[in-house]
């Protein structure tokens, strides 16, 4: 597969302070959609303007479709970005804004006309061409924003936050109108977000940074299912996490004694022997089971601790004998099972539904314990 990006141990500072890139690196396949995923200040805007040559950086190397980008200029680069705070022309028109670029680039006007009729039409703006920005809605000046880097026909189309701005709803028809454009233009697109909705939804290859680092890449099923760390676990969804040590290991199975309890766990694909290792062991919501009878592998008490209901599922607090907390979530059918906070329960989970996470996070000298029960 050709990769449209390659990164390889990218360094940035800003200043001696801030160490913003702590040596990243990652490949972007040609035509994919990628989505970097991480909280406010993890990098991703660093990340991205260095990729389009806005930035400098201190070490490492950029290629994109096999060429070294050391010394490429921006306007030369087959990159094109969305900024952050998408800002469109207030004083020109719709049709101005979007063929902005290609009139820079000296382009004949029957092909910028051409090529801004297409790219509206792929985003169901046509017909607002003599529109001012300031008589669009939030959505529609998205999608001309969009248009204004796509317009360009760039072999690698970078989205900085471009859903930030927009309401629920709206962010919803949004995720699914640049699913339909990645489609439908075959470029490879390169977008970034802190929500886990966004990312998991819209992502063929999802990346998760933490501050300055990659903790994880893999498709959203791979990350969400199998994370390698606390913090990946984490930012993609909830989970319940449990402090333990390995007790013993056999046959892909390993035996994880926590407060709680002794539970089992699939061993991580690339885990060697983990026997005597401090791990936290985790389980998500939605695979824990309420009244479990003796056919699940793993069986804790608890007691109701409180309950939510969020119209398509309904959440459950409990509280393990020894205080730890454990949220279970079911699809919400027509009633609440229970209500009575006290009320003793039995939970379950399946073997095959936990995961053993070795490390909080790929950053170095974290201590576990603090990473699972610290806000
Ligand atoms: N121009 C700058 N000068 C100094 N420090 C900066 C500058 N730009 C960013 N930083 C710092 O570098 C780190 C990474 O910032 P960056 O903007 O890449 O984060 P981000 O992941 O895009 O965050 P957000 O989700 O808030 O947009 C942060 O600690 C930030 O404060
Ligand atoms: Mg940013």
Same mark, same amino acid.
């Not at 001309?144 to 970078?158: E, G, T």
């Not at 989970?239 to 290991?249: A, Y």
């Given at each position: 597969?050709?990769? =449209?990006?390659?990164?390889?141990?990218?360094?940035?500072?800003?200043?001696?302070?801030?160490?913003?890139?702590?040596?990243?690196?990652?490949?972007?396949?040609?035509?994919?959609?990628?989505? +970097?995923?991480?909280?406010?200040?993890?990098?991703? #805007?660093?990340?991205?303007? +260095?990729?389009?040559?806005?930035?400098?950086?201190?070490?490492?190397?950029? !290629? *994109?479709?096999?060429? &070294?980008?050391? &010394?490429?200029?921006?306007?030369?680069?087959?990159?094109?970005?969305?900024?952050?705070?998408?800002?469109?022309? /207030?004083? *020109?028109?719709?049709?101005?804004?979007?063929?902005?670029?290609?009139? *820079?680039?000296?382009?004949? $006007?029957?092909?910028?006309?051409? #090529?801004?009729?297409?790219?509206?039409?792929?985003?169901?703006?046509?017909?607002?061409?003599?529109?001012?920005?300031?008589?669009?809605?939030?959505? $529609?000046?998205?999608?001309?924003?969009?248009?204004?880097?796509?317009?360009?026909?760039? #072999?690698?189309?970078?989205?900085?936050?471009?859903?930030?701005?927009?309401?629920?709803?709206?962010?919803?028809?949004?995720?699914?109108?640049?699913?339909?454009?990645?489609?439908?233009?075959?470029?490879?697109?390169?977008?970034?977000?802190?929500?886990?909705? $966004?990312?998991?939804? *819209?992502?063929?290859?999802?990346?998760?940074?933490?501050?300055?680092?990659?903790?994880?890449?893999?498709?959203?099923?791979?990350?969400?299912?199998? /994370?390698?760390?606390?913090?990946? %676990?984490?930012?993609?969804?909830?989970?319940?996490?449990?402090?333990?040590?390995?007790? #013993?290991?056999?046959?892909?199975?390993?035996?994880?004694?926590?407060?709680?309890?002794? !539970?089992? =766990?699939?061993?991580?694909?690339?885990?060697?022997?983990?026997?005597? %290792?401090?791990?936290?062991?985790?389980?998500? /919501?939605?695979?824990?089971?309420?009244?479990?009878?003796?056919?699940?592998?793993?069986?804790?008490?608890?007691?109701?601790?409180?309950?939510?209901? !969020?119209? &398509?599922?309904?959440?459950?607090?409990?509280?393990?004998?020894?205080?730890?907390?454990?949220?279970?979530?079911?699809?919400?059918?027509?009633?609440?099972?229970?209500?009575?906070?006290?009320?003793?329960?039995?939970?379950?989970?399946?073997? $095959?539904?936990?995961?053993?996470?070795?490390? /909080?996070?790929?950053?170095?000298?974290?201590? +576990?314990?603090?990473?699972?029960?610290?806000?």
């Amino acid at each position: 597969m050709t990769k =449209a990006v390659e990164v390889k141990d990218l360094v940035k500072w800003y200043g001696k302070e801030t160490l913003a890139l702590n040596s990243i690196s990652f490949d972007v396949d040609a035509g994919d959609f990628f989505v +970097i995923m991480g909280p406010s200040g993890c990098g991703k #805007s660093t990340t991205m303007k +260095i990729l389009a040559g806005l930035l400098d950086y201190d070490s490492g190397e950029i !290629f *994109m479709n096999g060429q &070294n980008m050391r &010394n490429v200029p921006a306007y030369k680069r087959d990159i094109s970005m969305m900024l952050e705070n998408y800002a469109l022309f /207030p004083h *020109m028109n719709v049709y101005d804004n979007v063929s902005f670029g290609l009139r *820079m680039l000296g382009k004949q $006007q029957d092909e910028i006309e051409k #090529s801004v009729q297409r790219v509206l039409r792929l985003v169901g703006m046509e017909g607002f061409e003599k529109r001012s920005p300031l008589e669009l809605s939030g959505g $529609q000046r998205q999608r001309v924003a969009v248009c204004r880097s796509l317009v360009l026909d760039p #072999s690698v189309l970078l989205l900085d936050e471009p859903l930030s701005h927009v309401d629920y709803r709206l962010m919803r028809k949004l995720i699914e109108d640049f699913k339909v454009l990645h489609e439908e233009v075959g470029n490879t697109f390169v977008l970034t977000t802190h929500y886990q909705e $966004q990312g998991l939804s *819209m992502a063929e290859t999802l990346m998760i940074m933490n501050t300055g680092v990659v903790e994880q890449i893999g498709t959203p099923e791979e990350v969400y299912w199998s /994370p390698k760390t606390v913090f990946a %676990a984490r930012f993609v969804g909830d989970i319940n996490l449990l402090s333990g040590e390995v007790e #013993s290991q056999r046959k892909g199975e390993c035996t994880v004694k926590t407060d709680a309890g002794v !539970f089992r =766990a699939p061993v991580p694909r690339d885990g060697g022997d983990l026997t005597g %290792a401090k791990v936290a062991y985790g389980i998500r /919501p939605e695979r824990l089971v309420l009244d479990a009878t003796r056919k699940y592998e793993n069986v804790v008490d608890s007691e109701l601790d409180g309950f939510y209901f !969020f119209g &398509n599922l309904i959440e459950y607090v409990l509280k393990t004998s020894d205080g730890n907390s454990l949220k279970v979530t079911e699809p919400a059918d027509a009633t609440i099972k229970m209500r009575a906070v006290g009320k003793s329960i039995k939970v379950g989970w399946r073997t $095959q539904d936990a995961v053993v996470l070795e490390k /909080p996070s790929v950053i170095k000298g974290l201590d +576990i314990d603090e990473v699972i029960y610290g806000t």
